[in-house]
């Protein structure tokens, strides 16, 4: 053929033979490539705003939370003495759990509460209650893992008596 001449296709011989437009770059492909990295990081800064906003009902039990003085003294086997005022309880649990409670009561009715809660308790003055710290009248450490139905394996009692009338209890029910 000479060098005007076409083949049956209609293209001349040599032509470099290429389907669709020559030479463009498909745009939308990379975009949308080089958009899925910036996606990612806009998913985790919004993931991150929601666990920070959405934080208050955290789940691991690190914070203190507050509980009804009932079930805190409960957890040790006790039960809530008559006359209790200015009651404050919270519950720390996650590994090991540990109520608090801390409240006032008429002083006359200290030693019969904690007899009828804790008979096995040392009496004030007697063996292991010398080490009860400053400002406290009576305290005691107790063992309650063998009693049927405490769920607590320790019970801290600290009594201080404020006046002729009021007597202030820290109680402490834990588990180590």
Do not use: H
């Not at 463009?24 to 920070?52: E, Q």
């Not at 039990?61 to 805190?72: E, F, I």
């Not at 049927?148 to 029910?173: F, H, I, K, Q």
């Amino acid at each position: 053929m000479a060098g005007n001449e076409r083949s049956d296709t209609g293209e001349r011989p040599g032509a470099d033979v290429r389907p669709g437009p020559a030479g463009r770059t498909r745009w939308g492909l990379v975009a949308a490539i080089l958009a899925l990295p910036v996606l990612v990081v806009v998913g985790l800064l919004v993931l991150v705003g929601v666990w920070v906003l959405t934080d208050d009902e955290e789940t691991d039990g690190t914070r203190l939370k507050d509980v009804p003085c009932a079930q805190a003294l409960a957890f040790g086997g006790a039960e809530l003495p008559t006359g209790v005022r200015d009651a404050k309880c919270t519950v720390q649990s996650w590994l090991d759990t540990d109520y608090q409670a801390d409240f006032r009561m008429p002083r006359g009715g200290v030693s019969a509460w904690l007899t009828e809660a804790y008979p096995e308790a040392p009496r004030p003055g007697g063996p292991g209650t010398k080490a009860c710290g400053s400002g406290v009248d009576y305290c005691f450490q107790l063992d309650v893992t063998e009693r049927p139905g405490v769920d607590a394996y320790y019970v801290n009692v600290n009594v201080t008596y404020e006046n002729a009338e009021t007597a202030r209890v820290r109680y402490s029910a834990f588990t180590t």
